[in-house]
């Protein structure tokens, strides 16, 4: 049985390490949760527990203690990062380099990482069911989580976000009934008419996880989504796997190379640009029956290729080969 000492954000229920978690189990690992937010400055305890539980490798995902600390864990176990965004941040470099092994969830982006560190390789996330388990539906759960398209994230203020903000309206502006989830949009000046206006009234009015999400996914007819840099190849976010696997119907913007995960028209639908999106919404909001075929295969596929307990064991693959 592998040991696995897991660093990352425990937080929040809805933390990605808490699926990492489950993957491992999955695969037979004993697994080690440890959250930074409980070490505090006592930086000790990380070397405490890796005397006690003596792990075959360390796991983390983002900047979660000094680089240091790593550096000095590295020289005791073989030291793995899973980093879960398609950016390159200044602080993030220094930690590429101080890894055995690095994982990037883009693939357009190994090409940068293996400039740092030649062990650099692409492993997307996943989805995991157990988080997700929908239990009845009631009819209040129809009249709260039902609408003709639906978008679950961040609409703030980001440069990113803006994007969303414009295709959204559009829906609206065309007729359909829009709802969106995910964190409220802060009441400022310059957000003051999104708030007030026909997008701030389409908010379901809260953050959703769990069974709500998975009601969510199961109820809308479509599952919009905005992947943050769709430009880089394959660089989906766990959004796309979790909403699938809870059964939705999902039309997202094109990203680069989602076609060798998922096949388009056949288990997802993607667009280009805001008119065809504003096309297939209308020609799939007309056609439930072609609908839901294509979302039962996306499930489908999900469930076969896209968990994380497939996707813990082809980063053990990857580890044992290159480490």
């Given at each position: 049985m592998?040991?696995?000492?897991?660093?990352?954000?425990?937080?929040?229920?809805?933390?990605?390490?808490?699926?990492?978690?489950?993957?491992?189990?999955?695969?037979?690992?004993?697994?080690?949760?440890?959250?930074?937010?409980?070490?505090?400055?006592?930086?000790?305890?990380?070397?405490?527990?890796?005397?006690?539980?003596?792990?075959?490798?360390v796991l983390h995902t983002k900047d979660e203690l000094p680089v240091e600390v790593f550096s000095h864990l590295r020289r005791k176990v073989p030291l793995v990062q899973?980093?879960?965004?398609p950016v390159i941040p200044d602080w993030l470099p220094p930690y590429v380099r101080e890894c055995d092994l690095f994982l990037t969830m883009a693939e357009g982006l190994v090409g940068e990482f293996r400039k740092m560190n030649q062990k650099s390789f692409w492993l997307t996330q996943a989805?995991?069911?157990?988080?997700?388990?929908?239990?009845d539906i009631t009819e209040e759960d129809r009249s709260t989580f039902s609408s003709d398209v639906t978008f679950v994230g961040n609409l703030g203020s980001k440069p990113q976000y803006l994007l969303r903000r414009r295709y959204l309206?559009?829906?609206?502006?065309?007729?359909?009934?829009?709802?969106?989830?995910g964190p409220k949009i802060p009441l400022k000046v310059n957000t003051v008419a999104v708030v007030m206006g026909a997008l701030g009234r389409a908010y379901g009015g809260k953050f959703i996880w769990g069974s709500e999400y998975a009601k969510v996914a199961?109820?809308?007819?479509?599952f919009l989504a905005?992947?943050?840099?769709?430009?880089?190849r394959k660089s989906m976010s766990a959004r796309m796997y979790t909403a699938l696997g809870c059964g939705a119907f999902y039309m997202c913007q094109h990203v680069e190379g989602i076609e060798d995960l998922l096949e388009p028209d056949r288990e997802i639908v993607t667009f280009m640009n805001e008119d065809e999106m504003v096309e297939k919404i209308r020609y799939f909001l007309a056609n439930d029956a072609v609908r839901r075929e294509i979302s039962?295969?996306?499930?489908?596929?999900?469930?076969?290729?896209?968990?994380?307990?497939?996707?813990?064991?082809?980063?053990?693959?990857?580890?044992?080969?290159?480490?």
């Open positions: 592998k040991k696995i000492l897991l660093i990352t954000d425990f937080s929040k229920p809805w933390n990605n390490g808490w699926y990492y978690k489950r993957g491992f189990e999955k695969n037979g690992c004993q697994v080690f949760p440890l959250s930074p937010h409980e070490l505090g400055e006592d930086e000790q305890q990380v070397f405490d527990v890796l005397d006690r539980f003596r792990p075959d490798m899973w980093y879960p965004d989805f995991e069911p157990d988080f997700f388990v929908i239990g309206k559009r829906i609206i502006k065309e007729g359909y009934q829009l709802k969106w989830w199961r109820l809308s007819k479509i905005f992947d943050s840099m769709p430009h880089i039962e295969r996306g499930r489908i596929r999900v469930l076969r290729e896209h968990t994380y307990e497939v996707r813990i064991r082809q980063l053990l693959d990857i580890v044992s080969q290159h480490i």
